[in-house]
């Protein structure tokens, strides 16, 4: 199911929940009327969820545009032989059919993805596969004046997989092709668990590190 479809089944809920719990019949607004976006009683937050839906779809639909960009531009030895696309209920299937009782960096449960989409309505999200192996999954956000593109969450899933080495390299072709559609000028890989990821991740060009202050952690930054 998209976020959208879960956000207006959310405004459906509220509606019909509204109808059936008014006392009389007089404070009863007619069920039609009960069903739409302008509820007189709660305009100001259906209004607010509205906008809050129309975000989420022209960020999905740039976050597309984002995946096809990097696809077309992929090395020529990985063109045809992976696929970009969103994390959708496809992906959570195949991270829960996982055996994630291999090596993990980190023990993220991907399912919070879909809050985070909803929560985060300009994020960009990113799964790729070899096949129908799941490869990777990263997922990321702009920063609150949209100036930068962080990368929240990234994690390959199995080493061994064709193409493993790739992964990353990939990964930020689509963000980079991302933040340039949404007028973004910085890339940020936030929080780097070690050493050796700030110097792998450091490798790959034009990233420097940044110190953690006031509540935000050390992150590595590159200017597009």
């Known amino acids: 199911m998209r976020q959208t479809d879960v956000l207006l089944c959310a405004l459906f809920a509220q509606s019909l929940r509204s109808y059936f719990c ?9 069920l039609r009327t009960a069903l739409t976006y302008t509820e007189v009683k709660s305009t100001k937050g259906i209004e607010m969820q509205v906008s809050h839906i129309e975000t989420i779809n022209k960020y999905e639909k740039l976050g597309s545009q984002a ?3 990097a696809s077309r531009n992929l090395p020529r030895h990985l063109l045809g032989k992976i696929a970009l696309e969103a994390i959708d209920h496809k992906a959570l299937a195949a991270f829960k059919s996982m055996d994630l009782a ?11 993805s879909s809050r985070y989409k909803i929560f985060y309505p300009k994020a960009f999200d990113l799964s790729v596969w070899h096949g129908s192996t799941l490869c990777s999954m990263t997922l990321g956000r702009p920063t609150y004046r949209g ?5 929240d969450f990234i994690e390959r899933f199995n080493k061994h997989v064709l193409f493993a080495n790739d992964m990353f390299p990939v990964s930020l072709l689509a963000y980079e092709a991302y933040a340039r559609l949404i007028g973004a000028t910085q890339i940020r890989i936030m929080d780097p668990l070690n050493e050796k990821l700030v110097k792998y ?15 935000v952690p050390h992150y590595l930054v590159k200017n597009l």
């Open 67 to 69: 995946r096809d960009m």
């Open 22 to 30: 008014a006392k009389t019949t007089q404070t009863k607004p007619p």
């Open 201 to 215: 991740y450091s490798s790959h060009g034009g990233f420097s590190l940044r110190p953690g202050k006031q509540g």
């Open 147 to 151: 100036t930068a593109m962080r990368l």
């Open 102 to 112: 291999q090596e993990r960096s980190v023990s993220w449960d991907w399912n919070f």
